[in-house]
C-alpha cells in the first residue's frame, strides 16, 4: 500500500499512457479484419463499432440499419463491427439469395446464443442449430400448410368476431383507442385457439393471464437492451452476464400450460387439428431421427439431409419452447402488422376506402360471409398488407452465422466459421431503385408489374429459403382477417394523440411503435 502513495505523478501519467497506447492498439487491431481483407468498410467508433445509435438507445433497430445500408450505395456488400465483432452486411439481392437459398449448406444457423439451462423456453426453432433444427424443422412444417391452416379458420373467425364486439361500443362514442393492445387481445386469442386449444379469452377480461403474459415477454429495460447486445456479439458474456431474456414468470407458466393441456388431452382421449396435437404426436413418438425425408408444399423449406441421424428427444422443455414460440411469433407479429396497417390506412383514407370497397364487392359474392377463399380472392387486400410489411418489416434484420468457411463468389474474400452475416431488410425495404418513394404507403408497390420489375429478395418481411419464417400463412390469414372484419364495421382516422410521423421503439428489436398506435374509431356509416 505504501508503494501506491509513492508513485510519482510522471509514473501515473506513465502508466495511464501505456494502458492508453494498449487498449488503442487493440481496437485499431480489432478493427484492422476488414481493411486487411479488402473490403469497403463502416468507420467504426470505439468501442462501440457500427452499432453506437443502438447501443445507446438513440436509435430504433431499423433506423440504424437504413443508415448503414445507404453508406456505400454501389457496394454488393459492406464489412461493419458489432463491438469489435466483424460483421458482413449483405446489399445486392443476389447475394442474399445465395446465402438464404443457393448456399444454404454454409449459412444453416441463426448465430442467436442460447443457454439452454438458463433459458428453458430458449430452444426454439428460431434459436436452434443444425441438424436438431433441420429434424425439428421438418416435423413442425405439417402444421402451417394451407390445408391444416384452413381447417382452423373458423377458429379465427370466432376471434375476429369477439373482437368486433369488444369495438362496437367506444366505436359508436367516436372514441380514441391504442390499436396495437386492442388487435393484440385478438391475436392473443388466435393462438390461443389455434395452438393451445385454449380461450385465452384476452378480449373480454382485462386481466387475462396470457395477455398478460405477452407484454412481460417485450417488456424491457435500457439495462436488459445493452446486455441482450452484449450477448449478441459476445455469446461467452453470457457466462459473465447470465441474464435471462425471459422472465421466470412466463417459463413456469408456458411450460406448466402446455404440459396441462397434453395431459388433458391425452388422459380424456381429445384430439384437435392444431399445433398442440402435432407436439403431442411427436411426444408420444420418443426420439425421432432425422433421416427421414422431409415433406413440405413449400419447396424452399426442402433441407439437404445427409445419411447421418440425429436423434432429437422430445422432452417437456423442447415441446414447451415451440409452443412459446408459436405464441409469443403469432401474436407480436400479426397484431404489428395489423396495428401499423390501421395506422396507415387511417392517414390514407382513399386507401382505406378502396380495401373497404374491395371487401364489400368480395363478401357479396360469398353471402356476406368471410371466408377463408373469400379473404384469398382480394387482391387490393394482398396489396395493402404487403406494403405495410414493406413499410413495418417484423424483424429490421435478418442474420446468419457462417457454419463452413465460405468464398464470396467472384471475389477473394472467405468468411469464417462463426462470423455473423446480416441482411438489412429494413435498407432493402426502403431503397428507391426496389420501391419509388419508399416513405409513400403505396400498395402498388406489388401490382403485378411492380413484383416483375423488382429482384425477388428486395422483399423480404418473412425472411427466404429453409429458415424462412415457418408461419408466414398462418401470420397473414390471420392479419387479413382482422382488416376484413374491423374494415367491414369501422372507421379508422386519426386524432390528437396519433403520432406523426411514428417513432419506433429503440429497445426493442422487432419493429414497434415507441408510443403505441391511437386511432379514432367510428361506427362505418352503411
Same mark, same amino acid.
Given at each position: ?57 438513440? &436509435? ?13 450505395? *454501389? ?19 443476389? /447475394? ?24 428453458? /423456453? ?19 412444417? #405439417? ?11 373458423? /377458429? ?10 369488444? /369495438? ?6 367516436? *372514441? ?32 387475462? *393471464? ?63 387439428? +392444431? ?5 403431442? *404426436? ?7 431421427? +432425422? ?73 357479396? &359474392? ?15 387486400? +394482398? ?54 418513394? #419508399? ?85 362505418? +356509416?352503411?
Amino acid at each position: 500500500m505504501g508503494l501506491l502513495f509513492e508513485t510519482s505523478p510522471v509514473e501515473w501519467l506513465t502508466m495511464a499512457i501505456i494502458l492508453f497506447t494498449s487498449v488503442w492498439y487493440y481496437f485499431k487491431s480489432e478493427y484492422s479484419f476488414w481493411k486487411k481483407k479488402g473490403v469497403r468498410f463502416i468507420s467504426p467508433v470505439i468501442p462501440f463499432g457500427n452499432i453506437k445509435d443502438m447501443i445507446l438507445l438513440r &436509435k430504433a433497430t431499423g433506423e440504424m440499419l437504413k443508415v448503414l445500408y445507404d453508406e456505400f450505395p *454501389e457496394e454488393p456488400f459492406v464489412g461493419t463491427y458489432e463491438l469489435t465483432k466483424p460483421m458482413l452486411i449483405i446489399r445486392d439481392p443476389e /447475394l442474399i439469395k445465395r446465402v438464404t437459398v443457393k448456399d444454404f449448406s454454409y449459412f444453416q444457423d441463426r448465430g442467436v446464443p442460447v443457454n439452454e439451462e438458463l433459458e428453458p /423456453l430458449g430452444s426454439h426453432l428460431l434459436n436452434l442449430t443444425g441438424k436438431k433444427w433441420r429434424t425439428l424443422r421438418s416435423k413442425l412444417t #405439417p402444421t402451417f400448410t394451407s390445408g391444416k391452416i384452413k381447417m382452423m379458420f373458423h /377458429l379465427m373467425i370466432e376471434c375476429a368476431e369477439q373482437l368486433k364486439d369488444y /369495438l362496437e361500443k367506444p366505436a359508436q362514442n367516436g *372514441e380514441i383507442l391504442e390499436m396495437k393492445e386492442a388487435v393484440a387481445k385478438y391475436s392473443t386469442n388466435v393462438i390461443g385457439l389455434c395452438a393451445f386449444g385454449l380461450q385465452f379469452n384476452a378480449i373480454n377480461e382485462s386481466d387475462s *393471464e396470457f395477455r398478460r403474459i405477452g407484454r412481460r415477454v417485450f417488456e424491457t429495460s435500457v439495462i436488459a437492451a445493452e446486455l441482450r447486445m452484449l450477448q449478441s456479439a459476445y455469446p461467452s458474456a453470457m457466462k459473465i452476464f447470465p441474464m435471462k431474456i425471459v422472465p421466470d414468470e412466463v417459463n413456469k407458466h408456458v411450460i406448466r400450460t402446455v404440459k396441462e393441456v397434453m395431459e388433458y388431452r391425452e388422459k380424456n382421449n381429445v384430439s384437435r387439428n +392444431d399445433f398442440m396435437q402435432l407436439l403431442i *404426436e411427436l411426444k408420444n413418438k420418443g426420439r425421432v431421427h +432425422d433421416d427421414e425425408p422431409v415433406k413440405s408444399e413449400d419447396k424452399l423449406d426442402r433441407t439437404s439431409h445427409k445419411e447421418t441421424e440425429t436423434n432429437v428427444e422430445f422432452t417437456d422443455n423442447l415441446l414447451a419452447s415451440q409452443a412459446f414460440i408459436f405464441f409469443v411469433a403469432g401474436f407480436e407479429t400479426s397484431s404489428t402488422a395489423l396495428s401499423f396497417c390501421l395506422y396507415e390506412l387511417a392517414l390514407n383514407p382513399e386507401v382505406q376506402e378502396r380495401l373497404r370497397d374491395e371487401i364489400d364487392s368480395t363478401l357479396e &359474392k360469398y353471402e356476406g360471409k368471410i371466408t377463408y377463399d373469400a379473404i384469398q380472392s382480394m387482391s387490393y387486400l +394482398d396489396k395493402v398488407v404487403a406494403e405495410t410489411l414493406r413499410k413495418y418489416p417484423p424483424l429490421p434484420s435478418l442474420f446468419r452465422a457462417v457454419t463452413k468457411p465460405y468464398v464470396i463468389p467472384g471475389t477473394s474474400v472467405r468468411l469464417h466459421v462463426g462470423m455473423k452475416v446480416m441482411i438489412p431488410v429494413c435498407g432493402l425495404h426502403y431503397d428507391p431503385q426496389y420501391f419509388p418513394e #419508399p416513405e409513400i404507403f403505396n400498395p402498388e408497390n406489388f401490382s403485378d408489374d411492380s413484383r416483375a420489375r423488382r429482384p425477388h429478395n428486395a422483399y423480404l418481411p418473412f425472411g427466404d429459403g429453409p429458415r424462412n419464417c415457418i408461419g408466414m400463412r398462418f401470420g397473414l390469414l390471420q392479419a387479413k382477417l382482422g382488416l376484413c372484419v374491423l374494415l367491414s364495421n369501422f372507421k379508422f382516422s386519426v386524432c390528437d394523440k396519433t403520432q406523426l410521423p411514428i417513432k419506433l421503439d429503440p429497445k426493442i428489436m422487432v419493429m414497434a411503435s415507441e408510443s403505441g398506435i391511437w386511432l379514432r374509431i367510428n361506427k362505418r +356509416d352503411m
